[in-house]
Structure formats: structure tokens, C-alpha cells
């Protein structure tokens, strides 16, 4: 991440010149950066990253305020995970210059024409696991034509979430699904807990695609996870058994808005 990061900042301070035409895709080689100049291998990697910058939606022009930050996502690609795909979303911060602080009081009278420069840069990995339809999509079996399938993916609209890495969002994914395909049986096969104020079943409140993906305290030969499906959580507590995970305890929490 630190590393990411590093060369984002460095993308957002030189811009390469633009590839030639019909170099779509830019490459490298391990021979042919260790033959470059680090300025020579530094052009060629922010040329990739250039190419892999999708802008996630452009600055509002009718605000007087400052730039203060613009939004990017990095190119799905293909995670080490079976069915995986991994994407990055990038936040420059920026910031008014120091001397145009300094001669306002507190940052008044600061409007859309401030000049303003990079102080930061944020990344995050955010994952979308494609639905198994064919044998070779079974877990543990990397599906092929997955790096195309991801490359084509737009991540502003295919639903990607937060979590901690491409093991966490397939497990995620795996657990969702049981716990929504349980909400439609008479009896779920695990203990439910319901949030105040909703009786009886309420498992149906986690219908929806999920948004980000937490770890919860564990115990030895259990796994717990929070999955967060639109308003509402579901803290999913499993029991690793010879074929898998087996769900034990689902308690659904509604998430407070602030």
C-alpha cells in the first residue's frame, strides 16, 4: 500500500508524455528495468499507472471552494484468489498553498480560483468475487479468461467492497450467499439474532450486494465476520469443519447513520 501510494504521489507530481499510438498497454520486463536509468524506469511506471487511472467522477464546477480532493480508481485486475478481481481506489489531497494560508484569516475568502498542491494520498484495495457458473470457477481453481473478465469490469458500477485481501472477500462472498439462500427456508439451520424492534426472521434485511467486509474477535477452530449489507450488519459466526465452514450464528445489527 505504501508502495502505491509512493508512486500516485509521483504520478500526480510528473505526468509522462502519452503513449504512442497503438501502445495500448505498456509492459516491462525484469531485464529491461534492471537495463534502465531510475528515471528511465520511473517514466515507464507511471506510464502504466496513467494507463490504469479511471477518473471516479470529475470536480463539481459550481462550488467556490478550493480543489481539495480528486478521486481515481485503479484498473480491475485479477487477485490471487480464484474468481477475484481487485481493484484500487485512490484520494489525492490537496491543499491551498502555504502562502495563500497564510494571508487569510483561518481560510476565508478562500474560492474556486485558490491555487492549491498535493499533501496526501490514500489508497485502498476493494474486491468483487464473479458468481461460479462453470467448473473451472470452483474454489481453489483459478477460472480461465478471469484476467479479461476483471479488466473489463467498470469499477465505478460492478459493486466492489472493502475488505482485508482476495482470501477475505471469498469467504465474504461464500458466507453471504448462504445466509441469504437461508433466509427463504422455514428454518435457517443456524441461530439467528435479530435487531431491536424486528421480530421473528430477519435475515432478509441482509438481501443486497455487500459494501465492505470486517474481522470479529474469534476463537480457536472459529471464524466470525462482519458483512455489511446497506443499512444493516451481519456479525456471522462459523466452525471450521473437514469440508469447510459451517455457520453456527448470525446476528443482524442495524447500522447507525450519522
Keep these: ?101 497564510d494571508a487569510t484569516f483561518f481560510g476565508q ?12 494520498v490514500e489508497a485502498s484495495n476493494v ?32 459493486g466492489f467492497f472493502a475488505a482485508a485481501g482476495a482470501h477475505e472477500a471469498a469467504q465474504a462472498a461464500w ?7 437461508a433466509a427463504d427456508r422455514p428454518e435457517p439451520g443456524f441461530a439467528v439474532v435479530c435487531p431491536g424492534g424486528v421480530e421473528g426472521r430477519c435475515l432478509g434485511l441482509l438481501r443486497g450486494a455487500l459494501t465492505r467486509v470486517e474481522a470479529c474477535p474469534k476463537s480457536p477452530g472459529r471464524s466470525c465476520v462482519r458483512l455489511r449489507v446497506g443499512t444493516y450488519e451481519g456479525e456471522v459466526t462459523a466452525t471450521w469443519v473437514a469440508d469447510g465452514l459451517r455457520i453456527d450464528r448470525v446476528e443482524v445489527r442495524e447500522l447507525a447513520l450519522l
Design 109 to 120: 475568502g478562500l474560492g474556486a480560483g485558490t491555487p492549491v498542491s498535493l499533501t496526501g
Design 1 to 101: 500500500m505504501r508502495f502505491l501510494a509512493a508512486v500516485v504521489l509521483a504520478l500526480a507530481l510528473y505526468i509522462p508524455a502519452a503513449a504512442p499510438a497503438g501502445d495500448a498497454q505498456s509492459t516491462l520486463t525484469r531485464r529491461e528495468a534492471v537495463a534502465m536509468s531510475p528515471n528511465q524506469l520511473k517514466t515507464q511506471i507511471l506510464r502504466q499507472l496513467s494507463q490504469a487511472l479511471i477518473e471516479d467522477q470529475r470536480p463539481a464546477s459550481g462550488r467556490d471552494q478550493p480543489l481539495f480532493n480528486v478521486r481515481y480508481w485503479i484498473r480491475p485486475a485479477a487477485a490471487e484468489r480464484a474468481s477475484v478481481c481487485q481493484a484500487s481506489f485512490v484520494t489525492f489531497t490537496l491543499d491551498p498553498r502555504p502562502e495563500v494560508q
Design 175 to 181: 458466507l453471504l450467499a448462504r445466509v441469504q439462500a
Design 127 to 158: 474486491f468483487l468475487v464473479l458468481p461460479p457458473g462453470r467448473e473451472e470457477n470452483a474454489p481453489g481453481v483459478w477460472p480461465r479468461g478471469l484476467r479479461a473478465q476483471c479488466a473489463k469490469l467498470d469499477p465505478r458500477k460492478a
